[in-house]
């Protein structure tokens, strides 16, 4: 499976980014997939799983009531819309896609990373 993240921009914190997780050569509908985020120096964290039906999500402390994952498998794409964004979001985003159908946030359950996207966000 080749991920392929997008959508990371430039944003004034309070704004809104949707950013988008597409895979080609193999489909990852029934794959749960992750968002996760990295800060130069510091660990990947988990930000974000969805169920392979997306009938199962779960968030992170640190972005619950802000972010929304969701995903369209018809599309092979699964989304994350990120609103009220603060400074302290900014960072490189990944998208992951899990071994099995429902995931957790350990990097381990994770078999296929993308290249992931920078979002920047301004005070």
Known sequence: VQL?????????????????CTASRRTFSNNAVGWFRQVPGKER???????????????????????TISRDNAKNAVYLLMNSLKPEDTAVYFCAV??????????????????????????
């Open 4 to 20: 392929q993240a997008s959508g990371g921009g430039l944003v004034q914190a309070g704004g809104s980014l949707k950013l988008n």
């Open 45 to 67: 964290e988990f930000v974000s799983v969805i169920s392979w039906n997306g009938g199962t999500t779960s968030y992170s402390d640190s972005v619950k009531g802000r972010f």
């Open 98 to 123: 899990a071994r099995g159908s429902v995931s957790g946030s350990s990097r381990s359950s994770y078999a296929y990373w993308g290249q992931g996207t920078l979002v920047t966000v301004s005070s």
